[in-house]
C-alpha cells in the first residue's frame, strides 16, 4: 500500500509512520514543521520506501502533486494548540478547515479515493458526564479548535458522498506517549524542572477524561481502516476508564521521584475558556468491531511520562 500522511512528522504522525513502514508499506510524509519534528522521522530517511515533502497543505500545487498516486490519505496536520484559538480566532479555520479542504479537492481532481481524519472529542462540547456516542447530538463545540473539526468532519462527508469516495473519521480522547509536542503530561514535566517545588495545575483537578496511549491510537486507526467498510466511518476511540487531573501530577511527581511538591490549583472546573473538564466517550461502537486499547488511562499516563522524561 501507498500511504500518504499529512503531518506525519507530528506527535501522532510519527508513530504512525513508524508501523506503517514496519509493515512494509510505502509512505510519503507531508510536513511543513510547524509543530512536528525532523529528530520524530530522521530514522527513516534512508528508508527506499519513505518519501519527505516539506511544504504547506495551503501550497495547492504542491500538495496535489505530492498527493497524487497514493492509496490512502492520513489527514493528520492541524493546529495542536487548543488554548491558543481564544486569542486568534482564524488559526484553526486556517490549520484546520481550510487544510482538510485541500487535501479532499487534491484527492478529488487526482482520484484518490481513500482519507482517515483525526478529528477530536471538543466536537461534543462540554455535556458534563453525559456519554456520548457517535450518534450523540445535537454536536455544540465550545472552542475553535472543536468547530474546526466538526467542520471537517462535514467536508469529509460530503465529498465522500459526491465524489465517490471513503473515509474514517476518528474521535480520539485525549492522547499521550513518547515525543508528545504537548498535553497535560508534558506541561506538568516542564513545570515542574522549571520549579521541583511547586506545581500549577489548571482548574480544580479534578477534571475527567480518558487518555490513550499513542500505540494504541494508532493500532486502533489501522484496524478500522480494515474492519470498517461503510462510505463514512465515525469512531469514538479511548480506553475503558476516565483519569483525574490530580491523579496525573501525582503519577508525574513520583515518576520524577520528587518529595513534598505543592499543588497550586488556579480553580474553576475548566482549565481555560474552551476546556471541556468532563468527557465521557462511549466506545461500544469500535468495542462491537473488536478493538479495544491494550492499556488504562492510568497505565498509559504512567507509561507516557516515562517516556517523555527518558526523552529528556
Same mark, same amino acid.
Given at each position: 500500500?501507498?500511504?500518504?500522511?499529512?503531518?506525519?512528522?507530528?506527535?501522532?504522525?510519527?508513530?504512525?509512520?513508524?508501523?506503517?513502514?514496519?509493515?512494509?508499506?510505502?509512505?510519503?510524509?507531508?510536513?511543513?514543521?510547524?509543530?512536528?519534528?525532523?529528530?520524530?522521522?530522521?530514522?527513516?530517511?534512508?528508508?527506499?520506501?519513505?518519501?519527505?515533502?516539506?511544504?504547506?497543505?495551503?501550497?495547492?500545487?504542491?500538495? +496535489?502533486?505530492? =498527493?497524487?498516486?497514493? $492509496? %490512502? #490519505?492520513?489527514? @493528520?496536520?492541524?493546529?495542536?494548540?487548543? *488554548? /491558543?484559538?481564544? &486569542?486568534?480566532?482564524?488559526?484553526?479555520?486556517?490549520?484546520?478547515?481550510?487544510?482538510?479542504?485541500?487535501?479532499?479537492?487534491?484527492?478529488?481532481?487526482?482520484?484518490?479515493?481513500?482519507?482517515?481524519?483525526?478529528?477530536?472529542?471538543?466536537?461534543?462540547?462540554?455535556?458534563?458526564?453525559?456519554?456520548?456516542?457517535?450518534?450523540?447530538?445535537?454536536?455544540?463545540?465550545?472552542?475553535?479548535?472543536?468547530?474546526?473539526?466538526?467542520?471537517?468532519?462535514?467536508?469529509?462527508?460530503?465529498?465522500?458522498?459526491?465524489?465517490?469516495?471513503?473515509?474514517?473519521?476518528?474521535?480520539?480522547?485525549?492522547?499521550?506517549?513518547?515525543?508528545?509536542?504537548?498535553?497535560?503530561?508534558?506541561?506538568?514535566?516542564?513545570?515542574?524542572?522549571?520549579?521541583?517545588?511547586?506545581?500549577?495545575?489548571?482548574?480544580?483537578?479534578?477534571?475527567? +477524561?480518558?487518555? =490513550?496511549?499513542?500505540? $494504541? %491510537? #494508532?493500532?486502533? @486507526?489501522?484496524?478500522?481502516?480494515?474492519? *470498517? /467498510?461503510?462510505? &463514512?466511518?465515525?469512531?469514538?476511540?479511548?480506553?475503558?476508564?476516565?483519569?483525574?487531573?490530580?491523579?496525573?501530577?501525582?503519577?508525574?511527581?513520583?515518576?520524577?521521584?520528587?518529595?513534598?511538591?505543592?499543588?497550586?490549583?488556579?480553580?474553576?472546573?475548566?482549565?481555560?475558556?474552551?476546556?471541556?473538564?468532563?468527557?465521557?466517550?462511549d466506545i461500544s461502537k469500535i468495542k462491537r468491531l473488536g478493538w479495544?486499547?491494550?492499556?488504562?488511562?492510568?497505565?498509559?499516563?504512567?507509561?507516557?511520562?516515562?517516556?517523555?522524561?527518558?526523552?529528556?
Amino acid at each position: 500500500m501507498k500511504y500518504f500522511v499529512s503531518g506525519g512528522a507530528g506527535f501522532v504522525g510519527s508513530h504512525l509512520v513508524d508501523k506503517l513502514l514496519a509493515g512494509g508499506n510505502q509512505v510519503t510524509v507531508y510536513d511543513n514543521f510547524s509543530s512536528g519534528q525532523k529528530g520524530f522521522i530522521e530514522h527513516h530517511l534512508k528508508d527506499k520506501n519513505f518519501r519527505l515533502v516539506e511544504a504547506d497543505i495551503l501550497d495547492f500545487e504542491r500538495l +496535489k502533486k505530492s =498527493i497524487t498516486g497514493h $492509496d %490512502l #490519505v492520513f489527514h @493528520l496536520a492541524s493546529n495542536p494548540d487548543i *488554548a /491558543k484559538g481564544i &486569542v486568534q480566532t482564524d488559526l484553526d479555520i486556517k490549520q484546520g478547515t481550510l487544510l482538510a479542504y485541500n487535501v479532499l479537492e487534491a484527492m478529488r481532481v487526482t482520484g484518490v479515493k481513500k482519507i482517515a481524519y483525526a478529528s477530536g472529542s471538543g466536537v461534543y462540547g462540554n455535556v458534563g458526564r453525559t456519554k456520548t456516542s457517535e450518534s450523540f447530538g445535537p454536536l455544540l463545540p465550545v472552542s475553535m479548535y472543536g468547530a474546526s473539526k466538526l467542520a471537517c468532519e462535514g467536508l469529509i462527508s460530503a465529498f465522500s458522498n459526491l465524489f465517490d469516495m471513503q473515509s474514517w473519521i476518528f474521535r480520539p480522547a485525549n492522547i499521550t506517549g513518547g515525543r508528545s509536542t504537548h498535553g497535560v503530561v508534558l506541561a506538568f514535566i516542564q513545570k515542574l524542572k522549571r520549579n521541583p517545588k511547586e506545581l500549577e495545575i489548571l482548574g480544580d483537578g479534578t477534571q475527567t +477524561k480518558s487518555y =490513550i496511549h499513542v500505540t $494504541d %491510537l #494508532v493500532d486502533s @486507526l489501522l484496524f478500522c481502516i480494515q474492519n *470498517a /467498510k461503510e462510505k &463514512v466511518n465515525v469512531f469514538n476511540i479511548a480506553s475503558n476508564d476516565v483519569l483525574d487531573v490530580k491523579s496525573i501530577a501525582d503519577i508525574v511527581v513520583k515518576k520524577m521521584e520528587l518529595k513534598d511538591v505543592k499543588y497550586k490549583f488556579t480553580g474553576g472546573r475548566g482549565g481555560w475558556k474552551g476546556d471541556v473538564p468532563d468527557v465521557v466517550m462511549d466506545i461500544s461502537k469500535i468495542k462491537r468491531l473488536g478493538w479495544s486499547a491494550k492499556l488504562p488511562s492510568r497505565e498509559a499516563v504512567e507509561r507516557a511520562a516515562s517516556e517523555i522524561l527518558g526523552e529528556r
